[in-house]
């Protein structure tokens, strides 16, 4: 879905506000939580009051970063949220993924969100969502020059962990010309220290989530002769490593690291009847049309769902199986071009 950017919406909104919320998505990565502090701290540095709030238990590994020792669990929080003049909702690609946020606002709080998912509706009274954009940190960028806001070091510091995260290292297809243009200017005018932040963000793997990747990889699945690649999280490997869900949710890497995939399923049991899956590709196959099927959604290279309710070797077997076969009818259309 393709929306106008309401830019100078926004920036009014933002203008009359002295008292502000910022909510992301449940679990959120790298992206949502570096969008999220970035935008707090340049709020802050501007005299607003900022109020930043997690549906997580905490920062995760992206402690490092700057106000994260800030976020404040929603479930502690009053219902309804009085006193703010506005809502900023990041990286929630469907309303649904903001509901638990927007549930608690005072009737009447204007929301902006800020957003780069593909399939996002534009809710809100303020939408800025550009699918072309590399990350949602990139569109807070984009946002922050045209409100005249100042970027501080910290928040550049979180804008590069949101950009670099979702583009996988400058690995995936979204690392834009324009991503490693905000990276320099990062870099550049705001004095980003990359060998250190990066170091942060990819050497802290805890012995728990080493002793859970071992465990994943040995449920690696290959169909169509190593084009699909499929592992399994389940409950069982969780309890016995004690890893964390935000650990978890980063190991769909395992099967789509697998040589000559194209693409790659990570089911992960959260409970008996309850399964989330992320899909990924490589650009031969759009991923969110298919987890839409199953009432998910996301980018054309990246996608995920969450299914309730039905056994877990059920659904897997259904997704696997309708993958597969899109995945087969895709390559005999295309003949294996990558899909723009």
């Not at 309401?6 to 449940?26: E, F, N, S």
């Not at 990139?138 to 670099?164: N, Q, S």
């Not at 963000?201 to 002793?211: E, F, L, V």
Request: proline share 4%; with cysteine.
């Amino acid at each position: 879905m393709n929306h106008p950017a309401d830019y100078d919406k926004a920036a009014a909104l933002l203008a009359r506000a002295r008292r502000v919320v910022i909510g992301g998505h449940p679990v959120m990565d790298g992206d949502a939580l570096g969008s999220m502090l970035a935008l707090a701290d340049c709020l802050r540095a501007g005299g607003r009051e900022v109020l930043t709030v997690t549906q997580d238990l905490g920062a995760g590994k992206y402690g490092f970063l700057a106000g994260s020792d800030r976020l404040v669990p929603l479930d502690g929080l009053p219902s309804p949220l009085v006193g703010f003049d506005l809502c900023i909702m990041v990286d929630c690609g469907a309303e649904s993924r903001a509901r638990a946020v927007l549930g608690r606002l005072a009737p009447g709080t204007p929301v902006i969100n800020l957003d780069h998912h593909v399939d996002n509706p534009g809710f809100g009274d303020a939408a800025i969502v550009l699918p072309k954009a590399s990350s949602t940190g990139e569109v807070v960028w984009h946002f922050l020059r045209h409100a005249g806001v100042g970027v501080t070091k910290p928040a550049a510091e979180a804008l590069f962990c949101a950009i670099v995260t979702d583009t996988g290292r400058f690995m995936f297809s979204n690392s834009t010309p324009q991503a490693y243009r905000i990276v320099a200017d990062l870099v550049e005018h705001h004095g980003v220290d990359v060998a250190a932040l990066t170091g942060h963000i990819y050497r802290n793997k805890t012995a728990d989530r080493m002793k859970l990747e071992a465990m994943v990889t040995d449920t690696l699945e290959v169909r169509l002769d190593g084009k699909l690649a499929i592992a399994r999280v389940s409950r069982a490997a969780m309890d016995a490593t004690g890893a964390t869900d935000a650990e978890a949710n980063e190991l769909v890497t395992i099967p789509k690291s697998l040589k000559g995939s194209m693409v790659a399923l990570l089911f992960r049991e959260l409970g008996p009847a309850e399964l989330k899956v992320s899909f990924r590709s490589e650009g031969q196959m759009p991923v969110n049309e298919i987890a839409a099927r199953f009432k998910g959604g996301g980018h054309l290279r990246a996608a995920g769902a969450h299914i309730r309710g039905r056994p877990i070797a059920e659904v897997e077997r259904e997704i696997a199986d309708a993958v597969e076969a899109e995945l087969a009818a895709t390559l005999k259309r295309t003949g294996g071009a990558i899909i723009v």
